[in-house]
């Protein structure tokens, strides 16, 4: 992070909480500079005698019938990725490669960096530290396509800034240059387009696919020895990236793929080196840790459950096993929504975590871990001593993952949209049904559906989801989810403002169902043609609201396909903090607002303001009240039902007092200024057709 949004973050602290901080990360910076120079002359790449034994498959070809189901889709990305073409974080479909001249975000462009000519491989060993280009130049040598050309891994193909291969990772720089985005290479290097190339090849058997899939996994190694460069630099991104070179190995073999000897040796000393890496940088907080070592452990999990069995590769599924006993429970509530008060983050923890527990609860017996010396294990967080009863997750976890799926559900606008409540990032944790709208959960429902019986609606497209799920867990099994508790207290209150909202069609109001994730903080009613929802609960992450938008009290609409009020979603990141800061702010949501002031101070990219205190007071079939304190004084919203119109009303607000009459989307918009464009996704900021 750069120095700016580090003095930023010190600037929301006490004095010795920041100087506490200061000097932690100091000592950190310093001590990771040392190792890295330490490092230089020595090879990161794992022996390959400390890998010994076949990798454990999971997978075996899945029915012809998904796979035909998601043919378009999956054609369509074989054939991008043999081009070297990625379409991610809103940067249109690019060919990235070195030497490439990119579009810039907005005035910001950089480069072109070198290109490279005829004698790239020696280009790409000379980029290397001088301990790892022996190893660098082995990998480049069993490429198999002799046409194949290399793809620039360190780069932001929308700004064109490049980072350098030889930085050691835990140093690399991030934030610290205008329009600069450190989420796309890292988005890039996640390699999650590789398990859709080993679908596609088991859809057509085009050999061309397996070579693809071989000699990127050895370009990507070799241009990202462990350790090194900016796709080092997020233990997440390192763990999720692991898990998808292990699916799509899986994969390939199962659809009739055949690699030799040595790119296997290659993969097996890779997997130990994400390992490593991963649990010598866990992102481990004892009070403020989320979706980030949530991935970590799950990383863990899958490289060590693929790994051959031996002492160190135990005690990474077994840390793994026991932290996420912890966390499930921890971050998703009895319903099985999700802590970090953000949609999208539901549904990227809840992947990672149904597809994880999948994969451990149907371990093969040989690869269960059950018994360790809790003592091997000598850093942070402590490893809890054993035994592990099998299987390890149980009814109550297994709830909440049902739940979670339940809540992806029930915040699915009639659109096939969920509604997007806090950032979006558009992170996903594995990505087996190519194509689906980025604001479509249903892979996340058909993925669960493979672990326990839940009766949702998901596409049918992603039946294939439900079939490889279905194949790590051994089969679904029954769960039974606890209802929530509604909030029953006194809700009288007397209105300033009052608005009525008047669709063309009185009939789109009837029959709605109310629904109630009390812990989460959103309260909706739906049908099938109609969507209400009220936000008002934490700002997540136990306070730290990284991830959480001004949007207490806010109130989204959906008539019809129809967005009356939507929430704009996130835009980007470290780029641009005043695109960020804009699509927070409560002036993007349709929410109570004071003139222009915030109801919590955006303190930082990732730190919101813990003040609001929003709290719900009553909720039934055809009222909600809820109230926060951000503006320094009790705010109060009701939404009701009533016939032929959605009626909302403030105590205090900045229209004048008296009742308005909405008939139109594009009146509320103007009434309320919300002005903010749509962004479906992460760098998508211009609005579909209907929204």
């Known amino acids: 992070m750069s120095l700016t949004h580090l003095i930023r973050h010190a ?31 020595q090879s990161t790449f794992p022996p390959p005698e ?9 997978f075996h070809a ?15 990305l074989a054939a991008d990725v043999l081009a070297h073409r990625f379409d991610l974080l809103g940067s249109g479909p690019v060919v990235v490669a070195h030497g490439a001249r990119f579009a810039g975000f907005g005035r910001h462009r950089y480069g072109p960096g070198r290109a490279l000519g005829a004698d790239w491989k020696a280009a790409i060993v000379a980029q290397a530290t001088p301990g790892n280009r022996v190893q660098v130049m082995i990998l480049l040598d069993c490429l198999t396509n002799p046409d194949y050309r290399p793809i620039d891994w360190h780069v932001d193909f929308k700004s064109g800034y490049r980072w350098q291969p030889d930085t050691f990772g835990p140093s690399v720089a991030y934030g610290h240059k205008p329009g600069v985005d450190v989420k796309v290479p890292w988005e ?12 596609a090849f088991g859809l057509d058997n085009d050999r061309r696919l397996a070579d693809e899939f ?20 997020c233990p997440m991104d390192v763990a ?3 898990v998808n070179i292990i699916v799509a190995l899986d994969l390939f073999q199962a659809g009739g793929a055949t690699f030799d000897e040595d790119f296997h040796a290659f993969v097996a000393t890779a997997l130990l080196a994400h390992a490593r890496h991963v649990a010598g940088h866990l992102e481990w907080n004892e009070a403020h840790r989320g979706n980030h070592f949530l991935a970590d452990i799950c990383g863990l999990a899958w490289i060590a459950a693929t790994l051959p069995a031996t002492p160190e590769t135990d005690i990474y599924l077994a840390l793994a096993i026991r932290w996420l006993q912890v966390e499930i429970p ?16 539901h549904r990227l923890s809840a992947e990672m975590a149904i597809h994880t527990v999948a994969m451990i609860n149907g371990l093969p017996e040989a690869r269960r871990v059950t018994d360790y010396d809790h003592r091997l294990w000598r850093r942070r967080p402590a490893l809890p001593p054993g035994p592990i009863a099998w299987p390890p997750f149980g009814p109550e976890c297994l709830s909440r993952l049902a739940g979670a799926a339940r809540f992806a559900a029930d915040t699915t606008m009639p659109s096939g949209r969920m509604v997007q409540i806090g950032d979006n990032d558009s992170g996903r944790f594995l990505i087996l049904t190519p ?4 604001l479509d959960p249903g892979a996340l429902i058909a993925a669960a559906q493979g672990l326990v019986r839940v009766d949702l609606a998901a596409p049918p497209r992603a039946a294939l989801e439900t079939e490889l799920v279905r194949q790590l867990s051994g089969g679904p099994v029954e769960v039974t989810i606890p209802a929530a508790v509604w909030p029953a207290g006194n809700a009288a209150f007397t209105p300033a403002i009052r608005l009525e909202i008047v669709p063309p069609d009185a009939t789109a109001l009837g029959g709605l169902t109310a629904i109630a994730s009390p812990e989460f903080g959103l309260f909706l009613w739906r049908n099938d043609r109609t969507f209400i929802s009220v936000r008002c609960g934490p700002v997540g992450q136990n306070g730290n609201g990284g991830h959480a938008h001004n949007d207490q009290l806010a109130v989204e609409i959906e008539i019809d396909g129809i967005g009356w009020a939507t929430d704009p979603g996130t835009g980007i990141y470290t780029p641009d903090l005043s695109i960020r800061n804009r699509y927070r702010s409560v002036l993007a949501h349709f929410a109570p607002r004071l003139g222009e002031r915030e109801p919590a101070a955006l303190l930082a990219p990732f730190r919101l303001e813990d003040c609001a205190q929003a709290q719900a007071i009553r909720f039934t079939a055809v009222e909600f009240v809820g109230t926060h304190h951000g503006f320094g004084q009790p705010v109060t919203r009701r939404v009701s039902i009533e016939p032929g119109r959605i009626v909302i009303e403030d105590s205090a607000g900045h229209l004048a007092p008296g009742t308005h009459v909405v008939t139109s989307p594009d009146q509320l918009a103007r009434l309320w200024g919300l002005t903010v464009p749509f962004s479906a996704g992460y760098g998508l900021p211009n609005p579909p057709a209907g929204l």
């Open 11 to 41: 600037l929301t602290m006490s004095p010795t909480e920041a100087a506490a901080k200061t000097i932690r990360y100091a000592t950190r910076t310093i001590g990771r500079r040392l190792v890295g120079k330490m490092l230089r002359r």
């Open 50 to 58: 400390q890998v010994r034994g076949a990798l454990i498959r999971r």
């Open 62 to 76: 899945p029915d012809r019938a998904p796979l035909e189901a998601n043919a378009d889709s999956l054609r369509r």
């Open 188 to 199: 890039l290097a996640r390699l999650q387009h590789l398990p859709g190339l080993a679908l």
């Open 214 to 233: 071989h000699d990127q996994v050895l370009d990507f190694l070799a241009a990202n020895p462990p350790g090194w460069g900016v796709n080092w630099a």
């Open 240 to 242: 999720i990236r692991a």
């Open 330 to 345: 921890r971050q998703f509530d009895a319903q099985g929504a999700n802590f970090e008060a953000s949609t999208a983050y």
């Open 435 to 438: 194509g689906l709208d980025g």
